[in-house]
């Protein structure tokens, strides 16, 4: 299983993440999300990639716009956050059955830094923010981030972390909450009779994935997006 280190992250310039996973719990404890079913399902789907070369100093890599439904798949209402879509944790295998053994061959975990205080409850509402899903329903939202892989190819192999051509599944592990247990508590009780306010992670269903033997890269850099590359 690859441990990607905090060095390789930075220096892609489109993923302003770091290497730990923090994630609020219904305890109100710092962990990562259940291994029992959770009555959120997660689902993506690709929406855009681009093979991204490496600029100044910085690696090859395939980054995949992704798009998430999300359905409650439990027998209880569940209220989420409309535009839930942190990833915390990225995970590659080899198949689907790899993936759910949790046989990896990447397992990137991710810390998204916000100020989780700086919310007014007062202004958050249901509908607006927040949404009620009943058993069956779904919403769907994008992923703020971009998924990336480490590439392997020919000349531009890079290190042991990056990849080769061939088809894979992803999965990652999404973070529905943004803020302090206090502001979860609050809402948690204004909204009691509607649902339950979700605030564990969830990890998405396996999606494959193809990395190509001879993709076109293009300029990913901040510079050529200014430019309108």
Not at 3 to 27: D, F, Y
Not at 165 to 182: C, F, T
Not at 191 to 199: F, P, V
């Amino acid at each position: 299983m690859i441990k990607l280190k905090e060095a390789i992250l930075r220096r892609v310039a489109s993923v302003a993440v770091m290497l730990t996973v923090q994630c609020i719990g219904l305890g109100g404890t710092l962990k990562q999300a259940d291994t029992q079913q959770s009555p959120l399902r997660v689902v993506t789907s690709i929406t855009s990639e681009r093979y991204c070369r490496g600029t100044d100093g910085s690696f090859y890599t395939l980054q995949m716009e992704l798009g998430l439904s999300y359905t409650n798949v439990g027998q209880q209402p569940l209220i989420v956050y409309r535009s839930s879509g942190d990833i915390n944790r990225q995970m590659i295998s080899t198949g689907d059955d790899n993936a759910s053994a949790k046989q990896y061959i990447v397992d990137m975990s991710l810390t998204i830094f916000t100020d989780r205080t700086a919310a007014n409850v007062e202004d958050f509402s249901l509908g607006t923010d927040f949404i009620v899903l009943a058993p069956n329903a779904s919403v769907t939202t994008k992923a703020s981030t971009d998924a990336v892989v480490f590439l392997s190819s020919g000349k531009h192999e890079v290190s042991e972390n990056a990849m080769s051509p061939g088809k894979y599944v992803l999965q990652i592990e999404v973070s529905p909450w943004h803020w302090s247990r206090d502001i979860a508590d609050r809402l948690s009780r204004r909204w009691q009779e509607r649902g339950i306010l979700w605030l564990r992670s969830a990890v998405s269903k396996p999606m494959p994935f193809v990395i190509e033997k001879r993709p076109k890269f293009v300029d990913c850099s901040p510079k050529a997006r200014y430019r309108g590359q």
